[in-house]
T-cell receptor, first 109, second 113 residues
């Protein structure tokens, strides 16, 4: 079966750095997405990785290792507004997105 | 620029009643359209997707159906709602394959009592 695993919840301090991990087992791979979802709102796109390595975009970076079926989202200089759920999703061989359950990130002052 | 609309924003319906949720996209043509459901604290479950007018693919067998009567209109329906249909329903679109970024509508929160 297809499976996306990520931690259910993480807590971090304002101004710090946090890394959210995602491991996947899918039938085929056509890229991995990270989305941010604030409570009660729709997800918004953060990043897309299809090749191994690190993609940096401001305070957010995303890493992919296809051989390990592993990705992480790195958030630097955390702000209170970063409190949200972070969803990992993999595009499979049929170009359908398989979604993880999301990681709820709690930022404390 | 492209925008995606969903309505209603919230809905409370009794068990056994019908359902119709509508999604429309502006500023693009021939988008791929998706209906997702998200239960509380869970990930997104793909319900239906459409690559063109009248073309619907169902991912999960259930008492829901979808239709695409126009290029930029996607409708989610049910003849008789179940308690388990409660959730957050999201419509999304992509310009091409699902390997493209998906743009989500604001969602409809459905509570079935």
């Amino acid at each position: 079966g297809q499976n996306i695993d990520q931690p259910t919840e993480m807590t971090a301090t304002e101004g710090a750095i946090v890394q959210i991990n995602c491991t996947y087992q899918t039938s085929g791979f056509n890229g991995l997405f990270w989305y941010q979802q604030h409570a009660g709102e729709a997800p918004t796109f953060l990043s897309y990785n299809v090749l191994d390595g690190l993609e940096e975009k401001g305070r957010f970076s995303s890493f992919l290792s296809r051989s390990k079926g592993y990705s992480y989202l790195l958030l630097k200089e955390l702000q209170m507004k970063d409190s949200a759920s972070y969803l990992c999703a993999v595009s499979d061989s049929n170009y359908q997105l398989i979604w993880g359950a999301g990681t709820k990130l709690i930022i404390k002052p | 620029s492209q925008t995606i609309h969903q309505w209603p924003a919230t809905l409370v319906q009794p068990v056994g009643s019908p359902l119709s949720l509508e999604c429309t996209v502006e500023g693009t043509s021939n988008p791929n359209l998706y209906w997702y459901r998200q239960a509380a604290g869970r990930g997104l479950q793909l319900l239906f997707y459409s690559v063109g007018i009248g073309q619907i693919s169902s991912e999960v067998p259930q008492n829901l159906s979808a239709s695409r009567p126009q290029d930029r209109q996607f409708i989610l329906s049910s003849k008789k709602l179940l308690l388990s249909d409660s959730g957050f329903y999201l419509c999304a679109w992509t310009p091409g394959l699902a390997s493209d970024e998906q743009f989500f509508g604001p969602g409809t929160r459905l509570t079935v009592l």
